[in-house]
């Protein structure tokens, strides 16, 4: 009876151990998590804020005959690049043609009219001071003259305006710019500010044209007197970028009150005609917290409740840092605030990474 009460607390005193060596075991710290570290450093940064754009011409004309008739004429050929002054379509002159020889004849009767009726008025003035007329018929050939003068003088506006119309039959290129394809044809009937003939645009140089939050107004107007050879760059459709840089050529002149925005024009140069009226492409405006910034990859970000956090590795101990992001660049991002150049920011191994948490650099 004895020996089993001794092996029945021997057999306690062993259990009794086992459980607390458990416990300590159990209550012994958490290992060091191995981690990657990096150095933060100043490098650097140019980044854009996007904008969707249009590309627009600069000066585009729509054509329109000033006279009515029939299209008698085309000289060029639909899509090229026509100069100043270029003809570009007929209108039938011969209506026009016949108006101003008559109005010419008209000035040339008006002209005989007044000759001779400043030869009567001057020979009643002579006869009057030698009263060898009455004043009353000196006074009607002097109306006359007046009334002649008056004439000459319709008659020369009357010349005036059949020349112009006469003009108007020959359409002439405004400005150099490229012409586009013919909306009428020869033998088609034209009205006056009513057909469309066709449209003309210059192209070199070009606009982008963007809409703006009124929130940014300030920025552009400031880009205006401040802006560099890199502020402005225009990405194509295709998401190649435009070779050539761009500035401001205008901001509108108010503000849309139902949605905030405003439009502004950024001019670039086209000497290769590369760019065409009514592209679509994605305008690049230099952000303002451009310059030396620090960067890390993006993937020792932690995001956490639409917050961003950052480790950073202080002698064996994972400090969290809330950190204010800039844009993507590549596989890095900017850092605004919440680390300092020099921090060792834990790059690798922060999923199982708390606040104060115990870390050792890998290869170590």
């Known amino acids: 009876m004895k020996q089993n009460y001794l092996c029945m607390l021997a057999v306690t005193a062993t259990l009794i151990w086992s459980a607390c060596g458990s416990k300590q075991q159990k209550a012994a710290p958490p290992s060091a998590t191995q981690v990657s570290i990096i150095e933060a450093r100043k490098t650097p940064a140019f980044y854009y804020d996007n904008f969707q754009g249009i590309v627009i011409s600069l000066n585009t004309v729509e054509l329109f005959s000033q006279v009515s008739g029939t299209v008698t004429g085309k000289f060029f050929l639909q899509g090229e690049i026509v100069k100043k002054g270029k003809p570009l379509y007929e209108i039938d002159p011969r209506k026009h043609l016949a108006a101003y020889q008559q109005a010419q004849a008209n000035v040339v009767n008006a002209k005989a009219s007044l000759v001779l009726a400043k030869k009567d008025m ?127 050529l205008a901001v509108d002149r108010g503000v849309n009150n139902q949605t905030g925005s405003i439009i502004v024009r950024v001019q670039f140069p086209n000497p290769n005609k590369e760019l065409k009226d009514g592209m679509s492409g994605v305008l690049q405006v230099l952000n303002n917290d451009s310059g030396d910034r620090i960067q890390i990859p993006y993937k020792a970000v932690v995001e956490q409740m639409g917050e961003f956090f950052v480790f950073t590795a202080q002698d064996s101990i994972a400090l969290q840092h809330k950190v204010t992001l800039g844009p993507r660049v590549n596989a890095n991002v900017i850092v605004l605030n919440g680390i300092n150049e020099g921090d060792k920011v834990i790059t690798e191994g922060i999923q199982r990474l708390r606040d104060s948490s115990k870390v050792t650099a890998a290869g170590k």
């Open 122 to 248: 001057d020979r009643y003035s002579m006869l009057l001071k030698n009263d060898a007329i009455a004043r009353q018929t000196f006074d009607q050939a002097s109306a006359t003259y007046e009334t002649a003068k008056s004439q000459l003088a319709v008659a020369n506006a009357g010349l005036e305006m059949a020349r112009a119309d006469l003009s108007y039959t020959i359409i002439v290129a405004p400005f150099t710019g490229r012409i586009g394809i013919s909306q009428v044809s020869v033998g088609d009937l034209v009205t006056p500010g009513t057909t469309l003939l066709n449209t003309i645009s210059d192209e070199d140089p070009i606009g982008v044209q963007v809409v703006i939050n009124e929130q940014q107004l300030d920025r552009f107007y400031k880009l205006m007197n401040s802006s560099t050879g890199s502020t402005f760059k225009l990405q194509l459709s295709n998401s190649r970028m435009y070779g050539s840089k761009g500035k401001i």
